[in-house]
């Protein structure tokens, strides 16, 4: 083989070699998604559902920071519904939460605040004197309540999730997940009036014992302010977690949630989730199937002091679609003919099952509108009588 042969083969197998490095480079970057994000962790969900849309390192556990206090938001509102607190529940501040650092509204040992206030110190300025405060209020200590956050958690199955404080501050075992994040964000949506106080960009509230200082409250997630549709959720920061955000938005049928962990800079945190929203919104719709409470069907009552059961839907549910796909859903409602007294409200009898292309694509439960006791002698009689006279007229 002469020298110009041999220089030739050289150049053949380094040109092949440069080429499987470039496409190999391109297919490493493809992995990364349609776009790439600098934060550590990222999700992105459909909120009625739960489907992932987007995905990156999710089950990683990072520190949390200030996104901690979702789970505090849903602890108050599961006790708000249930009565167990009100919003114009007095509230002493203690020692304890006086003298938390970080974000806060400087509130003062002995003063008095309300649930209401607590609740906008929370949701706007992150104050983690009025976390604690709230916290205190509710479970009687901190201790307590931290673990009623934990047990919260694992009914939700956060499974990568510990949480050691309630206002996020650093601590090594204080640890969670995008993914689990996007759980309790989720759950919190679930109750509508915790809009009431994560839309408000800005407020007053009055703080110490005489309650003459003001304290301006600006809400840390600029997103209410500037990015259409959004209502929620958390910003989070600590030197260790990095600049976090939890984001929610709605336009139209579909509602997403976007988490971010991780985020070198606080303005990254709020243009990546927009661009994880901004997908979400361009790419898929939710396509509503039905409302909670929705009554789906009417069947018939045996043994019991009612003739006929409205039968409901469970819960709100809708299918995430992507934009352009076939909207043409099945619907198959399988419920029995008869139902034998006697049932609780709320009982399940049967479901919806929605089918896409012939594909199972979502189950919905189907249950009891009222509960109902089994008929007496004496409703029996009367249910007799009735049909008797109604057959002889």
Not at 73 to 83: K, Q, V
Not at 153 to 158: F, I, N, S, Y
Request: aromatic fraction near 6%; glycine fraction near 6%.
């Amino acid at each position: 083989m002469n020298k110009l042969a041999k220089y030739r083969k050289k150049t053949s197998i380094l040109i092949i070699f440069l080429l499987f490095f470039v496409f190999s480079s391109i297919s490493f970057a493809e992995t990364d998604g349609p776009f790439k994000l600098e934060s550590r962790a990222a999700i992105l969900i459909d909120a009625l559902t739960g489907e992932i849309i987007y995905e990156k390192n999710i089950h990683e556990q990072l520190p949390p920071a200030s996104i901690t206090k979702i789970m505090v938001l849903l602890i108050a509102m599961e006790d708000l519904d249930s009565g167990k607190i009100k919003l114009d529940d007095k509230v002493q501040v203690s020692p304890n939460a006086e003298r938390m650092g970080g974000s806060q509204v400087y509130l003062e040992a002995g003063e008095i605040q309300i649930v209401d206030d607590l609740l906008k110190a929370i949701c706007l300025r992150s104050a983690n004197d009025a976390a604690v405060a709230l916290a205190e209020h509710i479970s009687g200590s901190i201790d307590v309540f931290v673990q009623r956050m934990n047990e919260r958690a694992k009914e939700l199955g956060m499974s990568n999730t510990h949480f050691k404080n309630a206002t996020g501050l650093p601590d090594a075992e204080h640890i969670t997940t995008a993914y689990d994040i996007s759980i309790m964000s989720r759950e919190l949506l679930k109750h509508p009036k915790i809009h009431d106080w994560l839309t408000i960009y800005m407020t007053d509230i009055k703080v110490g014992k005489n309650k003459n200082v003001t304290q301006s409250l600006v809400n840390t997630n600029k997103l209410i302010r500037d990015y259409q549709g959004a209502n929620g959720l958390k910003t989070g920061l600590t030197n260790d977690a990095g600049h976090c955000l939890a984001a929610s938005a709605k336009r139209g049928n579909l509602s997403l949630i976007s988490v971010l962990l991780g985020g070198p800079t606080s303005n990254s945190r709020f243009s990546e989730s927009k661009t994880l929203l901004d997908f979400g919104f361009a790419n898929y719709d939710s396509l509503p199937v039905c409302r909670k409470d929705e009554v789906i069907k009417k069947v018939k009552v045996s043994k019991g002091k009612e003739n006929n059961l409205n039968i409901v839907a469970e819960n709100d549910y809708s299918l995430l679609i992507k934009k352009g796909d076939s909207k043409d859903i099945e619907k198959e409602v399988v419920l029995p003919e008869t139902i034998n007294a006697p049932y609780e409200k709320g009982q399940k009898f049967g479901e919806i099952i929605l089918k896409n292309n012939g594909k199972e694509v979502g189950r919905v439960n189907l249950v009891a509108e009222e509960g109902m006791k089994k008929a007496s002698i004496i409703d029996m009689f009367k249910k007799v009588t009735t049909i008797f006279l109604g057959n002889s007229k």
